[in-house]
Nanobody, 119 residues
Framework: QVQLVESGGGSVQPGQSLKLSCAVS????????IGWFRQAPGKEREGLSC????????YYTDNAKGRFTISRDGVKKMVHLQMTSLKPEDTAIYYC????????????WGKGVQVTVSS
C-alpha cells in the first residue's frame, strides 16, 4: 500500500527557511511523480511543485518559483521541498502527493504538515 509521510513542518519567522520531506513507501513502479500542495485556512488547495522521481523533471507553479526548491533522494525514496524567504502568506498545511498512474485512479495524498510563518 502506498504511503506518503510528510515531515519538517513547524513555526518560523518571516524570512526564515524550512525544509519539508516526504517519505514514500509501497510504490513498486519506478516511474511516478511526487508533488507538493498546500492549503491555507479558508482557501482552496493549490499546487506548488512536482518532480518525476525517475527522470528528475521538475515543474513549479508561480507560487513556488524563486523561493521553493524540490528535490528527490532516490535511495531513501524521499522528496524534499526547500522553502526560503518564507512569508506569513505561506502559512498553510503542506501536502505530499503521488501520481503513480492517475488515469487508473492510483493517486495518493499524505496527511499534511503544518507550516506557520509569523513574527
Amino acid at each position: 500500500q502506498v504511503q506518503l509521510v510528510e515531515s519538517g513542518g513547524g513555526s518560523v519567522q518571516p524570512g526564515q527557511s524550512l525544509k519539508l520531506s516526504c517519505a514514500v513507501s509501497g510504490v513498486t513502479r519506478d516511474q511516478y511523480a511526487i508533488g507538493w500542495f498546500r492549503q491555507a485556512p479558508g482557501k482552496e488547495r493549490e499546487g506548488l511543485s512536482c518532480i518525476s522521481v525517475r527522470w528528475g523533471s521538475i515543474y513549479y507553479t508561480d507560487n513556488a518559483k524563486g523561493r521553493f526548491t524540490i528535490s528527490r533522494d532516490g535511495v531513501k525514496k524521499m522528496v524534499h521541498l526547500q522553502m526560503t524567504s518564507l512569508k506569513p502568506e505561506d502559512t498553510a498545511i503542506y501536502y505530499c502527493y503521488a501520481d503513480i498512474a492517475k488515469a487508473l485512479g492510483m493517486e495518493y495524498w499524505g496527511k499534511g504538515v503544518q507550516v506557520t510563518v509569523s513574527s
